[in-house]
């Protein structure tokens, strides 16, 4: 079967563009320079024939076939990254950085202390005590866990009941990006709160 294909640079540079609403950022991440990921999206756009972005004075803004292409090019980049992550065991072990705010890291929950446990397989964690959603959009962050929340413009929700050590609910809201909530260390986040008796919702 032949597939009818744009130039995969640009589709990765668009998707990374996309989660920034910023070449120099994108540029950040692919360790490539602005220009580069601004050609490279060009050439996308010429080779589509529809534009993705609004370039403005301070950033982009997604066209509305942007904001159509962009969820299945980050599923379709996920997917790629899960099948690797299953077939190639050296590129195993990346952990989930995982922010949570301070107030809630104050309640000692079991459920959070718990996930830093080496045998939280498939789900390895990094823990950073923080609330600052910049770094969850900037890509510093995977997830992040704040008070309740519900809704935020970009961003995937999911309620959780934490409980504390006295058994105490502690409500709170698991915050991805979009097109990582699909991510193999993602559900193993969800699934290992649900195990532990917390209760998630979509």
């Known amino acids: 079967m032949s597939y009818r294909l744009p ?4 589709l990765r540079a668009f998707e990374t563009s996309a989660r920034h609403l910023s070449f120099k950022r994108a540029a950040d991440e692919l360790c490539v320079t602005p220009g580069a990921v601004s050609q490279q999206v060009k050439a996308l756009e010429t080779a589509l024939g529809i534009a993705l972005f609004r370039r ?3 950033g982009l803004l997604l ?6 292409y962009l969820p299945s090019i980050s599923r379709a980049f996920h997917e790629i990254s899960n099948a690797t992550h299953r077939t190639a065991p050296a590129l195993r072990g990346r952990r989930l950085r995982l922010g949570v705010a ?17 045998d939280q397989r ?3 964690v990094n823990l950073s005590a923080t609330g ?13 866990l704040r008070p309740p929340t519900r809704s935020h413009p ?10 504390s050590p006295k058994g105490a609910t502690v ?17 193993a986040l969800v699934k290992v709160l649900q195990e532990q008796n917390l209760s998630a919702e979509t």
């Open 7 to 10: 130039p995969l640079n640009g």
């Open 56 to 58: 403005l004075p301070r």
């Open 102 to 118: 301070p107030v809630i890291l104050s309640r000692k929950c079991p459920a959070i202390q718990g996930l830093t446990r080496q």
């Open 63 to 68: 066209t509305a076939a942007g904001e159509e």
């Open 122 to 124: 498939p789900l390895r």
């Open 171 to 187: 409500p709170a809201t698991l915050l991805t990006l979009p097109g990582l909530a699909g991510c193999l260390e993602h559900r």
């Open 154 to 163: 970009g961003l995937h929700l999911e309620q959780v009941e934490l409980r």
């Open 132 to 144: 600052d959603l910049g770094e969850l959009i900037d890509g510093r962050l995977d997830a992040m």
